[in-house]
């Protein structure tokens, strides 16, 4: 197996657990896999040596960039931009206290 086939099949393993992890695999979001799928197998028989480079280049980048807006909005949710997170604090507040043994009061709103 050449060097060039097996980083294509690295790149598409790589890309396939990004679509997986990012994208998710329910029914409606199956033609995501099928279109990598797809490419791939379609590109299976290029024979010029820059082209394949070209393609291998393009499917990590593609996969860097789902992972990299996947870790940018992980960001921007623990940056608390855009997110309410009065009920995490609460529950990351009340762990706190019990972890010293208090227990923080319950607040009522009328």
Do not use: W
């Amino acid at each position: 197996m050449s060097s060039e086939a097996l980083q294509a099949a690295k790149a598409y393993r790589r890309l396939l657990k990004a679509v997986k992890n990012h994208i998710g695999q329910e029914d409606s979001k199956r033609r995501f896999k099928e279109y990598v799928t797809e490419e791939f197998r379609k590109n299976c028989t290029l024979s010029d040596l820059s082209s394949i480079r070209h393609k291998i280049k393009l499917a990590s980048d593609y996969t860097f960039l789902l992972n990299s807006v996947h870790h940018h909005q992980e960001l921007l949710f623990s940056y608390n931009i855009a997110v309410d997170r009065s009920e995490e604090m609460k529950r990351i507040l009340g762990k706190s206290a019990a972890s010293v043994g208090l227990q923080l009061p319950e607040v009522y709103r009328s």
